[in-house]
């Protein structure tokens, strides 16, 4: 997944959660918001979270090389 897919499912996330504590509290708008705010930060957070496998970097790695050579 790419970053922007992280961001995405992370407003999406907050969205909901939100939109829910809105209903509760009585305050969709400003709740809906922070949600949303919120999940921008968790959405943009996960993706430093992930590690890559040394099998992985290395295949990235030749896949770099092979495209840099493509368009050199």
């Given amino acids: 997944m790419n ?3 992280h961001t ?3 407003i999406a996330l907050g ?3 939100g939109a829910v ?3 509760l509290a009585g305050h969709i708008a ?3 918001g922070i949600g949303i705010a919120i999940g921008m ?3 943009a957070s996960f993706r430093r979270t992930a590690k890559e496998c040394p099998e992985c ?3 990235h ?3 770099e090389e092979r495209v840099g050579q493509l368009q050199g």
């Fill in 57 to 59: 970097a290395a295949l």
């Fill in 15 to 17: 969205a909901a959660l």
């Fill in 41 to 43: 930060v968790l959405g």
């Fill in 30 to 32: 400003a709740w809906l």
């Fill in 21 to 23: 504590a809105g209903v």
């Fill in 8 to 10: 995405g499912l992370g």
């Fill in 61 to 63: 790695r030749a896949h």
């Fill in 3 to 5: 970053k922007s897919k």
